[in-house]
């Protein structure tokens, strides 16, 4: 069973989510698979950037960020998927052998109209880097299994062992 | 890339289309939405979606590949008839990304591109800031994605070394 329902997901909870160093061999590996831009997969063509170097694609910010939160809560959460992602912000590059860790704040809850088992939860997501600058932002509502009737149903949901 | 004054609001391209096998599904999924309707057939039978279907952020990074493509190709193009090729600067972000459907195995998602806002930066003379919505279709004609992205966008009168 999930051990993480809607109900679980309180407004104005913060929760830190890990940390991970971002390998240049993994920045140059993502980019060359969906983002094969210069900045994110050359070191002597990122110089000559805007960036003046080597950096993360904004998009693999938002993979690892998922990545870290399913390690973190996720996996264990009754979790449904997202609709969608409502804004994401990139705030400053992430650069090769950066450590990064990932923090949650719970901005609001709701149940869904339409499925009285499922709810939202409206979550602000960060990644920080080592010097406490917030690199992304990212605001997303997933939706995940209300407790009640999960255990109504006495079957696991979704992402359940 | 066109420049900032070239490019005008109501352009639309179609930028490319991917089919997404099981094996393309399962191995975007195991290394960055290991969840297990992205995973196992069997697990996603019984999960809402019903049966085995894409990361949605794996069909915003298909997306990514074939818009980079595209304008690849769409400067090779312009090099090649003689004209100048503008820069893009970075990214902001992105807004209002929808997973409309899901992408299930077998699914070929037609991406297309429609500019929506074009505005000068005061705030970095020389270059301006598009906004494009960006749409992925099904091969039923069900859209399963839209988001507004914004990228900076040389303007002719940069000058040399203007940023």
Not at chain 1, 38 to 64: K, N, Q, T, Y
Not at chain 1, 85 to 98: D, G, H, K, S, Y
Not at chain 2, 141 to 147: N, P
């Amino acid at each position: 069973m999930p051990r993480l329902h809607w109900e679980d997901f309180i407004p104005g909870q913060v929760t830190e989510c890990g940390s991970r160093l971002i390998t240049r061999a993994e920045i140059i590996a993502f980019a060359a698979e969906y983002d094969p831009q210069p900045m994110h997969l050359d070191e002597a063509a990122a110089r000559a950037s805007w960036f003046g170097g080597l950096v993360a694609s904004g998009w693999h910010s938002c993979c690892i960020l998922m990545r870290m939160l399913t390690d973190d809560f996720i996996g264990e959460a009754s979790f449904m998927g997202a609709p969608g992602v409502e804004e994401v912000e990139w705030l400053a590059p992430i650069r090769p052998e950066e450590r990064i860790r990932a923090r949650a704040t719970v901005l609001e809850t709701r149940p869904s109209r339409s499925r009285p088992d499922v709810g939202f939860v409206r979550f602000e997501f960060e990644l920080i880097n080592a010097t406490d600058l917030p690199v992304m932002r990212l605001i997303v509502s997933p939706m995940f299994q209300r407790r009640a009737a999960g255990s109504a149903r006495g079957k696991p949901a979704e992402g359940g062992e | 890339m066109k420049f900032f004054e070239d490019i005008g609001v109501g352009e639309t391209s179609e930028i490319g289309r991917h089919t997404f096998t099981a094996d393309d599904i399962k191995g975007f999924a195991g290394r960055f939405d290991p969840q297990p309707f992205h995973l196992d057939e069997a697990a996603a039978a019984r999960s809402h979606f019903g049966r085995l279907c894409a990361s949605g952020w794996h069909t915003a990074c298909v997306w990514v590949r074939l818009l980079i493509d595209f304008r690849r190709r769409e400067d090779e193009e312009r090099r090649a008839r003689g004209e100048a090729v503008a820069q893009l600067g970075p990214s902001p972000g992105f807004r209002d990304l929808k997973w409309l459907k899901p992408v299930y195995v077998g699914d070929t998602i037609s991406y297309a591109t429609e500019v929506v806002e074009t505005r000068p930066l005061s705030s970095r003379p020389g270059w301006g800031a598009i906004s494009v919505r960006n749409t992925g279709m099904n091969q039923h004609g069900d859209l399963v994605m839209s988001l507004i992205s914004t990228v900076l966008v040389e303007s002719r009168d940069r000058g040399p070394h203007g940023r």
